[in-house]
């Protein structure tokens, strides 16, 4: 299993990013996926997790209604359309996956290596 996660970078409150991540070494379609942060001094957290096979998501509350998790099946690729962006989703953000077990978040996950979200206000 190989993630490489990509497009974080420096945003002003309000912009928007995408974030990428491009699997390789397994069968797009059995796994799902998630994306974590982790912001300096804090614990990581779930933020938004897609079943490839049946499409179910899940969004964290702090991002409801501003992150949009979708995928590209003939891609091999999940994004992280991050909108409306503020100074507390400033994190690194990872990338991870598993087989899905029917669930839209993965159990035991892969991880990429993290691309940092800095928001300035």
């Known amino acids: 299993v190989q993630l490489q996660a990509s497009g974080g970078g420096l945003v002003q409150a309000g912009g928007s990013l995408r974030l990428s991540c491009a699997a390789s070494?397994?069968?797009?379609?059995?796994?799902?996926f998630g994306w974590f942060r982790q912001a300096p001094g804090k614990e990581r957290e779930g933020v938004s997790c897609i079943n490839i096979g049946d499409g179910s998501t899940y969004y964290a509350d702090s991002v409801k209604g501003r992150f949009t998790i979708s995928s590209d099946n003939a891609k091999n690729t999940v994004y992280l359309q991050m909108n409306w962006l503020n100074s507390e989703d400033t994190a690194v953000y990872y990338c991870a996956a598993a087989q899905s077990q029917g669930l839209e978040c993965p159990i035991d996950p892969s991880w990429g290596q993290g691309t940092l979200v800095t928001v300035s206000s």
């Open positions: 070494g397994f069968t797009f379609d059995d796994y799902a």
